[in-house]
């Protein structure tokens, strides 16, 4: 059987305390050997700088693939050209392209009038450079932005078409989620890998906080499990459980590789993984 593949996200810090934490979790994820690992923006593209910065300081010092997301928001396409050349430049191969969420303060994503209009546009440009592997956004479940109940596949089959070669999805809290969407992904014809976002639960409140920006469904029976583990102080122990029973049955369904949200807090997704065995306990042990 292939061993299910992992990958990590994470974001760059903007105060020195999140640096310390970004690299803490760094230390404590790269032992378990990521097939990547993907470093964020910040909302409306405010962290560039940041994320070049952390994108090429982990690829330098940890020796990972890095994959930098590069959006759409607030830049015209010479500029987002110029920070892609950097990256290359700096030998990073992976990009993960995106529209980007709405600049702080505004309802709608609005593209700049010498921008990128979408990411589709934006993946076709940089895929013209021959200078990447693409990878893209997908949603299990509908985009806020949407215009109807197929425009995610749409998009995304637009995406794959325009260069993309695979896609991270946002994250979801039923595996049936991601299977219903990879089915309807099937009958449009997409076959490119579409890997699972997973986000392990470090706060229920947050998480639901999240899926209410992005609209991930919050199943009901979650939410009430969380609030008596809350009573009970158990709320750990039934986020390492959720987390590791979704893996396990994403991958009984046929899927191989997991990318999890780190949002730079390193052990429930360390805990994740060993627990389902995707790492040898010696890998666990170098960072303990």
Known sequence: MTKTR?????FPPQTLDAAFRLWETVQHL????????SVTYGA?????KLTHDAVTTIGRNYGLNVAAHLTCVDATRAETLEIAQGYANAGVTEIVALRGDAPQGA??????????????????ALAETGRFNLRVGAYP?????????????IWLKRKLDAGATSAITQFFFEAETFFRFRDRCEKAGITAPIIPGILPITSWDGAKRFAARC???V???????????????????????????LCDRLIEGGVEDLHFYTLNRPQMTRNVCH??????DAALEKVA
């Not at 790269?30 to 690992?37: D, K, Q």
């Not at 985009?143 to 109807?148: C, K, L, S, T």
Request: glycine share 8%; charged share 25%.
């Open 141 to 153: 479940e509908r985009h806020p932005d949407a215009d109807g109940a197929d425009a995610d596949v």
């Open 219 to 245: 199943p009901a029976r979650l939410d009430e499990a969380f609030a008596t583990a809350r009573r009970d102080g158990r709320e750990d122990l039934l986020a390492l459980t959720h987390a590791t029973q």
């Open 30 to 37: 790269a032992p378990l050997a990521p097939s990547f690992v």
């Open 107 to 124: 309802e709608r994503f609005t593209a700049h009038a010498d921008g990128f209009a979408n990411s589709v546009e934006l993946v076709a």
């Open 275 to 280: 627990a389902l065995g995707l790492v040898p």
């Open 215 to 217: 609209g991930a469904h």
């Open 6 to 10: 992992i990958s990590f996200e994470f």
């Open 44 to 48: 409306g593209g405010t962290t560039r």
